[in-house]
């Protein structure tokens, strides 16, 4: 199982990026699936997790601007970033939590660099 992540790149403050997060393979089920983002001399924290069921939770420094989707036939997230702030720079990593050959596994994909500079 991999997972592929785009999408990020250079906005302005108040612009809006989407990003987006593939998985492939051999996946019986999907789990959960979100993002996490490391900002500079940070620790890498949960930025908005999707859930079974279509659950949501947000960190709340994203709540009202952030929105994650899920579209489950395609094992893919979005991740719909509005409002954007300088302080939202950082490389954002996509994260699922997927029923595959091996079994149920936690898998991270290659970050994507989200930068918010005028």
């Known amino acids: 199982v991999q997972l592929q992540a785009s999408g990020g790149g250079l906005v302005r403050p108040g612009g809006s990026l989407r990003l987006s997060c593939v998985a492939s393979?051999?996946?019986?089920?999907?789990?959960?699936m979100g993002w996490y983002r490391q900002l500079p001399g940070k620790q890498r924290e949960l930025v908005a997790v999707i859930i079974k069921g279509d659950n949501t939770e947000y960190a709340d420094s994203v709540k009202g601007r952030f929105t994650i989707s899920r579209d489950n036939a395609e094992a893919t997230v979005y991740l719909q970033m509005s409002s954007l702030k300088p302080e939202d720079t950082g490389v954002y990593y996509c994260?699922?939590?997927?029923?595959?050959?091996?079994?149920?596994?936690?898998?991270w994909g290659q970050g994507t660099q989200v930068t918010v500079s005028s």
């Open positions: 393979g051999t996946i019986s089920s999907v789990n959960a």
């Open positions: 994260n699922a939590v997927l029923l595959g050959p091996g079994g149920l596994n936690n898998y």
